[in-house]
T-cell receptor
Framework: DVKVTQSSRYLVKRTGEKVFLECVQD?????MFWYRQDPGLGLRLIYF???????EKGDIPEGYSVSREKKERFSLILESASTNQTSMYLC??????????????FGPGTRLTVL | GQQVMQIPQYQHVQEGEDFTTYCNSS?????IQWYKQRPGGHPVFLIQ?????EVKKQKRLTFQFGEAKKNSSLHITATQTTDVGTYFC??????????FGTGTSLTVIP
């Protein structure tokens, strides 16, 4: 079974702190994604990566950066956390097959609260 | 702005009733995926549709992709309490961008 793990289920940070959210997948998937989920807004793509050291902006990249130094690990960084970044953050991975984006496997999510 | 709209946002049904959620895109889609998220859980892939007019079934679930590849629907026949959750569509447009819909939260009343 594909397993996607995230470093924390719950996280509380203060405004202005630098925050790291880590995601690891064990199925050698090329694609990895970071989403945030807010009530009524569904899942919004922050960044995705289709290969090591490669990244593409999603729908809402402002205030976030990412790092992919190894194939299995994709990190989301909040350089200076703000209260409007309080949300559920979901990481996902998928294989790169013909035809574009394929089935995504999600991690359990990190509920981040910024005070 | 949101590229993929989904309606309704919420749906309450009596157990045994049918349920449908609709997904509409402002642009033509290459493919569309459907996911289910149980309360407190994470999204889990259900199916992917690729062809215009495609219809796929999984037991009581029927998925359709519109002829113009701009809309899709998920229909559940005779809902059960295990169907509770939020159903998301996710579409890839021809520009290789990928968007999730806003989701439909289904409550099944026993």
């Amino acid at each position: 079974d594909v397993k996607v793990t995230q470093s924390s289920r719950y996280l509380v940070k203060r405004t202005g702190e630098k925050v790291f959210l880590e995601c690891v997948q064990d199925m050698d998937h090329e694609n990895m994604f970071w989403y945030r989920q807010d009530p009524g807004l569904g899942l919004r793509l922050i960044y995705f990566s289709y290969d090591v050291k490669m990244k593409e902006k999603g729908d809402i990249p402002e205030g976030y950066s990412v790092s992919r130094e190894k194939k299995e690990r994709f990190s989301l960084i909040l350089e200076s956390a703000s209260t409007n970044q309080t949300s559920m953050y979901l990481c996902a991975s998928s294989p790169r097959l013909a035809g574009g984006f394929n089935e995504q496997f999600f991690g359990p999510g990190t509920r981040l609260t910024v005070l | 702005g949101q590229q993929v709209m989904q309606i309704p946002q919420y749906q309450h049904v009596q157990e045994g009733e049918d349920f449908t959620t609709y997904c509409n895109s402002s642009t033509t889609l290459s493919n569309i995926q459907w996911y289910k998220q149980r309360p407190g859980g994470h999204p889990v892939f259900l199916i992917q549709l690729v062809k215009s007019g495609e219809v796929k079934k999984q037991k009581r679930l029927t998925f359709q992709f519109g002829e113009a590849k701009k809309n899709s629907s998920l229909h559940i026949t005779a809902t059960q309490t295990t169907d509770v959750g939020t159903y998301f569509c996710a579409g890839q447009n021809t520009g290789n961008q990928f968007y999730f819909g806003t989701g439909t939260s289904l409550t099944v009343i026993p």
